[in-house]
């Protein structure tokens, strides 16, 4: 088990390193977009900005631009915030930042924690996260069906897209509770001390 175990783990770690990456740039995207939204929103309600005439450029006519474009850019928002914490979810859990109350837990020897561990997983953490993967399928496939779209006008139209990331996410999430499963079992076999949930060797 030793050998092809341990090359599990660090498979389905580098997985979920790569979606904290991919998070990483995500977060700069939403400041961006949020910035692009923002800022365009206060100056061209201002009049008197508008009465300045920068660069004699034909405010009227950019507002109204803006205001046929801005749901879209505020759908924008919402998608990437979304995908941040569908996607970025699994890399807090690797990395130990995910929230649990230890005030028991912490106390524990080793072993102790490692078998709190593995029977918390096969409990509650894999039942709850097939629970969320069941009851979102049919959600996701009739999204798909009618290829679903944003209810606001000029939004994007990709609804089904992003409510496809509720069936990635618990996928993800499963794939690191197997890593994390899978080391304190290696823990246990060789009678070495379990390292924090959720932590690489």
């Known amino acids: 088990m030793g050998n092809k175990t341990t090359t599990i783990i660090r498979w389905l770690d580098v997985l979920a ?25 206060y100056l ?11 660069f004699s ?9 803006y205001s046929r474009n801005v749901n879209a850019l505020n759908d924008s928002i919402q ?14 859990l690797k990395c ?4 649990r109350i ?3 837990y912490r106390n524990l020897r080793p ?10 997983s096969l409990a509650l953490f894999y039942p709850m996260f097939i629970f969320l993967l069941v009851m979102s399928w049919q959600y996701v496939i009739n999204a798909w069906d009618v290829m679903e779209s944003s209810s606001r006008p000029g939004g994007l139209p990709f609804v089904y897209i992003l409510k496809t990331f509720l069936l990635i996410m618990p996928v993800m999430m499963m794939l690191q509770g197997t890593a994390i499963l899978l080391r304190n079992i290696q823990a246990l ?7 924090p949930p959720g932590e690489s060797n």
């Open 111 to 120: 072993r102790t924690q490692a078998w709190v561990n593995i029977i918390g």
């Open 79 to 92: 998608y990437v915030h979304a995908i941040i914490f569908m996607v970025g979810v699994s890399y807090a």
């Open 102 to 104: 230890d005030i028991i």
């Open 44 to 54: 061209l309600s201002s009049e008197w900005f508008l009465g300045l005439q920068l």
């Open 17 to 41: 390193e790569g979606a904290g990456r991919m998070v990483s740039w995500l977060v700069l995207l939403l400041v961006m977009l949020t910035l692009i939204v923002a800022v365009p929103r």
């Open 57 to 65: 450029l034909d405010w009227e006519a950019i507002r109204s631009v």
């Open 189 to 195: 076999r060789s009678d070495a001390s379990a390292p």
């Open 96 to 99: 130990g930042e995910h929230v």
